[in-house]
């Protein structure tokens, strides 16, 4: 379970998280969503203590992630995976290492064998063929890098997946193709995930629960069908927005096969 | 007035913010090295990534170390005979020679280059790695980026680098003892018996103190800076510049203090 209680954030005068709170049950998959630069990759770093909050509490399975000791904190990071915006691939590694470095249990992370067969299986669940295990990552596409990240933020076996922007950047075919697999990877392997996005398309299709992220405060949370139902003029302007960006992203789309 | 003081109250407000600065790298530099000493506990993880560095910064730097020696070493050997031929006998040259070579041109020099090359190095790479989250991303695995980025960076320089400096030294006193016999026509015997004279076993281990001190300037600066690095692809050419050219501030500062301390107590 993750639970934000009233958290805060500010760098320097601006104010990105004011007085939040935010719950994630297990099991659930939430969508937190908002405009660009509002604070949803803040907050998300959060939940795994890279950020630490001004005042608040995070805890994750009951856990107070900003008291956290290093040896726990590491611990605790274990049980999450987490997909970073652009990919963040070690560079320097092919991408069997990079995944293998997923693996966050040290006696299996030691096992040849054993990482073999885990980067196949990760490479498998990602819709990837196992040759692109050789590959550097500047050898691979925007899409693949992206399954690329998934892959090692699922090869230790989390308990949660927390996914930072993972369709941006994308055109709107892969995009459906990584919102397929979120979809996918909940119902295989029944994790707890929390989706930052600013598609509201994508956070439809894969979330229990969304949250809108909107002037530094969570301004509506709910079932899509209770978003979609909100009377709140914050979420109906974000929701037309984002109709309006698909139709102009569609029409380009059709321009474009001319 | 007004301008008179309005630009006091400027003087005053840069001092401060630049004491502050000042103060805040001071802090965080010193919870980096206390930091990086916790990380030595992962052994497992830092010892192979420690040789992998070595060998790397290693292979990639001795043949400009070198190049540079020889060079520094023929041109003290031209020098001292220009400044020095006909008034004092011969074998002083290779007092001479030796001496600048090992107290002084091969530590500092190599320092030098050394900062531009692997401070350069360790700058620009922990800094795209800072901006591109790939520090983050190793963090949020569970794994510590000191034992895993830092640590070995830091230790392979401080293992290489005093390695170097004495290839470096061996290197500017053969050249330019080649040089003294060839420009100034001195006997190997005169200059072996000037270098001999004048050589201390101390002036050796003088030698590998300072470039050890040079070596932990060279890593360390660097990997502070560029583990701090923040603000894209522009931070990272920012940080890569500052770290060189803080690293070469603190061996040029670190050469007088050092001098100070080890040669003038010796006398």
């Not at chain 2, 965080?28 to 030595?40: C, G, N, Q």
């Not at chain 2, 004279?197 to 590998?208: E, K, N, P």
Request: with cysteine.
């Amino acid at each position: 379970m993750i639970d934000l209680k009233d958290v805060s954030k500010r760098f320097v005068d601006h104010v990105v998280l004011d007085h939040i709170d935010f719950h994630v049950a297990d099991g659930q998959t939430v969508a937190l969503l908002g405009p660009s630069g509002v604070g949803k990759s803040v907050l998300l770093k959060h939940i795994i203590g890279l950020i630490i909050p001004d005042a608040g509490l995070v805890s994750v399975d009951g856990l107070n992630v900003a008291s956290l000791k290093r040896k726990d904190l590491a611990q605790l990071r274990t049980r999450i995976g987490y997909v970073f915006q652009n990919g963040a691939l070690f560079d320097s590694m092919d991408v069997k290492e990079n995944i293998r470095l997923g693996i966050t249990n040290e006696e299996l992370y030691s096992d040849a064998g054993y990482c073999e067969s885990r980067v196949k299986e990760c490479l498998r669940l990602v819709n990837l063929q196992p040759e692109v295990a050789a590959k550097f990552p500047s050898e691979l596409s925007g899409g693949m890098r992206k399954r690329v990240g998934i892959a090692r933020a699922i090869a230790g076996k989390p308990k949660y997946l927390l996914y930072d922007e993972p369709t941006s950047g994308l055109d709107p075919v892969n995009s459906d193709v990584i919102d397929g697999l979120v979809e996918r990877l909940q119902e295989e392997l029944g994790v707890t995930s929390v989706v930052v996005t600013h598609d509201v398309r994508g956070a439809f299709r894969v979330a229990d629960k969304i949250a809108l992220l909107w002037q530094a405060k969570i301004r509506a949370v709910g079932t899509p069908e209770e978003i979609v139902a909100s009377k709140d003029s914050a979420v109906q302007q974000f929701l037309e927005r984002d109709l309006e960006m698909a139709l102009i992203q569609s029409e380009s789309t059709d321009g474009s096969d001319v | 007035m007004e301008t008179a003081g309005g630009t006091g109250l400027d003087l005053r407000r840069v001092a401060g913010r630049w004491s502050l600065r000042t103060a805040g790298h001071a802090g965080r530099f010193a919870y980096f090295l206390l930091d990086m000493v916790r990380s030595l506990a992962e052994w497992r993880i830092w010892v192979p990534r420690t040789f992998e560095q070595a060998i790397l910064v290693g292979y990639g730097s001795i043949f400009i170390v070198l190049l540079i020696a020889g060079f520094a070493g023929a041109v003290t050997s031209l020098q001292t005979g220009y400044q020095f031929s006909n008034q004092f006998p011969k074998y002083i040259a290779g007092g001479i020679i030796t001496e600048s070579v090992i107290l002084e041109l091969g530590p500092v020099l190599t320092g030098l280059i050394l900062a531009g090359r692997i401070g350069a190095r360790y700058a620009a790479e922990l800094g795209t790695m800072r901006v591109t989250e790939q520090i983050d991303a190793l963090e949020s695995l569970g794994r510590s980026p000191m034992s895993h980025l830092l640590l070995p960076r830091c230790l392979a320089g401080m293992l290489v680098i005093p390695a170097l400096v004495m290839f470096a030294n061996a290197t500017g006193f053969g050249v330019g003892w080649f040089a003294a016999k060839s420009s100034l026509g001195i006997t190997n015997a005169d200059f072996i018996y000037g270098a001999r004279f004048f050589f201390r076993s101390f002036d050796l281990w003088y030698s590998v103190i300072k470039s050890f001190f040079f070596a932990s300037a060279v890593v360390l600066i660097p990997c502070y800076i560029g583990y701090n690095t923040q603000q894209g692809a522009e931070g990272v050419g920012r940080a890569t510049t500052d770290a060189v050219v803080s690293a070469s501030i603190a061996i040029l500062l670190l050469d007088v203090v050092l001098t100070q301390i080890l040669l003038t107590g010796t006398q």
